[in-house]
């Protein structure tokens, strides 16, 4: 089976300061992950995606994840927060099962970023 | 640029109404998806179609029905809306029903009284 488990419902912190968003999974295969970013009432956009190629991936507007295959994580990291960042964020896993494509969505996870 | 255009943004509904939501995608995907989201739930699939003229049942699919005529269009239907049916629903594409990027509308807010 394969689900994800995203450890914060809120993370707060201050602009210029490191984010961390946590994200684990288990898969009964090696899985794709990916990170989503939704801001106030928009859909859903990608951040960045993982498919067993390098394990650091870089994605846009500075953030990055690095899979883990033995701690199971894939958590979201950005150096130094910005305003703008502020959102919701889900970290999925994919599902592949013949005829159909699922992704399993995290509950996500809350980013406020203080002035 | 469009990609996805859904309608309404929003809407309040009468239970036991039909109700449909649009969707059109101008990308030429392959495939296309119905999800709702709900505080503390993240998104859940409703129905997905993995290329034109067919469809297929999602996690939660009770209630709701789909089509997929062209390439293009993905409409929701709610038979007979239902309170537990209020929530922000999002229609999605992607080029081919594999690992790609799936691209998002901005959601459909849906308010069953």
């Known amino acids: 089976a394969q689900s994800v488990t995203q450890l914060d419902s809120h993370v707060s912190v201050s602009e210029g300061t490191p984010v961390l968003l946590r994200c684990n999974y288990s898969?009964?295969?090696?899985?794709?992950l990916f990170w989503y970013v939704q801001h106030p009432n928009k859909g859903l956009q990608l951040l960045l995606k993982?498919?067993?190629?390098?394990?650091l991936v870089k994605g846009i507007n500075g953030f990055e994840a690095e899979f883990k295959k033995s701690e199971t994580s894939f958590h979201l990291t950005k150096p130094s927060a910005h305003m703008s960042d502020a959102a919701e964020y889900f970290c999925?896993?994919?599902?592949?099962?013949?005829?159909?494509?699922?992704?399993?969505f995290g509950t996500g996870t809350r980013l406020t970023v203080i002035p | 640029i469009a990609g996805i255009t859904q309608a309404p943004t929003s809407q309040i509904l009468a239970a036991g109404r039909r109700m449909t939501l649009r969707c059109t995608q101008d990308?030429?995907?392959?495939?296309m998806y119905w999800y709702r989201q709900d505080l503390g739930l993240g998104l859940r699939l409703i129905h997905y179609?993995?290329?034109?003229?067919?469809?297929g049942k999602g996690e939660v699919p009770d209630g709701y029905s789909v089509s997929r005529a062209n390439t293009d269009d993905f409409p929701l239907t709610l038979a007979s809306a239902v309170p537990s049916q209020t929530s922000v629903y999002f229609c999605?594409?992607?080029?081919?029903?594999?690992?790609?990027?799936?691209?998002f509308g901005e959601g459909s807010r849906l308010t069953v009284l």
């Open positions: 999605a594409s992607s080029e081919t029903s594999g690992f790609g990027e799936l691209f």
């Open positions: 898969s009964s295969y090696s899985p794709s």
């Open positions: 993982y498919t067993s190629a390098a394990t």
């Open positions: 999925v896993v994919s599902r592949l099962r013949t005829g159909a494509n699922n992704l399993f």
């Open positions: 990308m030429r995907h392959n495939a």
């Open positions: 179609s993995n290329t034109a003229g067919t469809t």
